[in-house]
C-alpha cells in the first residue's frame, strides 16, 4: 500500500468527491491510495490500517515530537488517535451525499506509553441513525496488548 500524502489543501479531495460516495467507500479509496490521508495522520506518525462497515484501525506511534514538557506523550496525542478511530468509525455508516463530524468526545488514559511503542487505535461504531452517531476505541500495545486510552464520541450527521 503506497500512501497519498496531501501537501496542500489542493491536494484534498473535493467536496464533489466526498459526496459521491458513501463514507465507507471514502475511507476504503483512502486506505487503497486512490485518495490522499489526512494531513494530520503525517503529525501524529499514524496510518490507516484497516477498514471495515462499522470498524476501523490504525496504526501509530509516539515520537519525541508528541511528548508534554515532562517528556510524556502529551494527552492530545491521545486524543487526536482516538479521535481518528472512532469518528472513522463513524464515517463507515455515513451514506453518500452527507458527511459528519465530531460533536463531542471523551478520553480515558490508562497508563503511560513509552515513545516509540506501536500502539493499535481500534474504531467501533455503536450507533448510526438519521442526525446523530455514537462510537468508542481503544488504544492497545501492538506488541503488549495492553489498554493505554480508550475513548468515546457523539458525532453529528449532515447534508452538503
Same mark, same amino acid.
Given at each position: ?77 491521545? @486524543?487526536? !488517535?482516538?479521535? $481518528?478511530?472512532?469518528?472513522? %468509525? ?5 451514506? &453518500? =451525499? ?24 481500534? @474504531?467501533? !461504531?455503536?450507533? $448510526?441513525?438519521?442526525?446523530? %452517531? ?5 488504544? &492497545? =500495545? ?19
Amino acid at each position: 500500500m503506497t500512501l497519498f500524502t496531501p501537501k496542500s489543501l489542493a491536494d484534498i479531495p473535493s467536496r464533489e468527491t466526498l459526496f459521491s460516495m458513501s463514507g465507507l467507500e471514502f475511507l476504503q479509496a483512502t486506505l487503497e491510495g486512490r485518495l490522499p490521508h489526512a494531513a494530520i495522520a503525517t503529525l501524529m506518525n499514524a496510518q490507516l490500517a484497516s477498514v471495515a462497515p462499522g470498524r476501523v484501525t490504525f496504526r501509530a506511534t509516539p515520537a519525541f515530537e508528541h511528548t508534554n514538557p515532562v517528556g510524556a506523550v502529551h494527552g492530545g496525542w491521545y @486524543g487526536t !488517535l482516538l479521535d $481518528s478511530a472512532f469518528g472513522c %468509525a463513524v464515517m463507515t455508516s455515513v451514506p &453518500k =451525499g452527507k458527511w459528519y463530524t465530531t460533536l463531542e468526545y471523551k478520553v480515558n488514559i490508562t497508563r503511560a506509553l513509552p515513545l516509540g511503542m506501536e500502539v493499535i487505535a481500534e @474504531g467501533i !461504531l455503536d450507533h $448510526s441513525g438519521r442526525s446523530t %452517531a455514537t462510537a468508542h476505541a481503544t488504544v &492497545k =500495545g501492538a506488541e503488549d496488548g495492553k489498554l493505554y486510552a480508550s475513548g468515546t464520541t457523539t458525532c453529528i450527521i449532515l447534508d452538503r
